[in-house]
């Protein structure tokens, strides 16, 4: 079964402020990671996949197989990075190829 | 075309009822996903077409719920005799298979159902 784990249901910082997103995930092959991010009344929309080793807005993350970990950097937070972020999981073997497991979600709110 | 769309947006009706959700995929997007999100939940899988075929489905959609995607365009998800439990918000997404963006599914905006 694959499985995804965002620890923290809300995280406030301040505007300036490093920020990080903690994602763990359980999985028996080699998945693909993604961050989504959905903004106030806005849909659900891809921030970043670790395929892609691309930053975007500023945040990184990093797969780290050893921790089955994936968590979600940013050095410097800025207001409009206030949303909701869920953390996904594709798997890659048998009929599950395609489908996306994700977190709880961290609901992020950077403060002025 | 602006991405995918649903329709309704919102959707209140009553125990016992039957309900239908259309959403429109990305113009030739021939992967077409239907997932649930409950308060305080990520979103989670229910379904999966491959143009017209129905390739998988999760244990969450019970023989209450059925959908179709008859021509490979726009999928419909029908739930019939709506309980309290299957009040959630149904989002559908597309992706486009073939090309480098086979792995980013494109999220619709969204039904809310509300069942009384």
């Known amino acids: 079964a694959q499985r995804v784990t965002q620890p923290e249901k809300l995280l406030s910082v301040f505007k300036g402020a490093p920020v990080e997103l903690k994602c763990n995930y359980s999985?028996?092959?080699?998945?693909?990671l993604f961050w989504y991010v959905q903004y106030s009344r806005q849909r659900l929309q891809l921030l970043l996949r670790h395929i892609s080793r691309e930053s975007i807005k500023g945040f990184t993350a990093d797969l780290n197989k050893g921790e089955t970990s994936f968590h979600l950097k940013k050095p410097f937070a800025q207001e409009e990075d206030s949303a909701m972020y869920y953390c996904a999981l594709r798997g890659n073997s048998g009929g599950s190829n395609y489908k996306l497991t994700f977190g709880k979600g961290t609901l992020l709110t950077v403060n002025p | 075309d602006t991405g995918v769309s649903q329709n309704p947006r919102h959707k209140i009706t009553k125990r016992g009822q039957n309900v239908t959700f259309r959403c429109d995929p990305i113009?030739?997007?021939?992967?077409l996903y239907w997932y649930r999100q409950t308060l305080g939940q990520g979103p989670e899988f229910l379904t999966y077409f491959q143009n017209e075929a129905q390739l998988e489905k999760s244990r969450l959609l019970s023989d209450r719920f059925s959908a179709e995607r008859p021509k490979g365009s726009f999928s419909t998800l029908e739930i019939q005799r709506t309980e309290q439990g299957d009040s959630a918000m149904y989002l559908c997404?597309?992706?486009?298979?073939?090309?480098?963006?086979?792995?980013?599914?494109?999220f619709g905006p969204g039904t809310r159902l509300l069942v009384l």
């Open positions: 113009s030739e997007h021939n992967r």
């Open positions: 999985y028996s092959g080699s998945p693909e």
């Open positions: 997404a597309s992706t486009q298979d073939g090309t480098g963006e086979s792995e980013t599914q494109y």
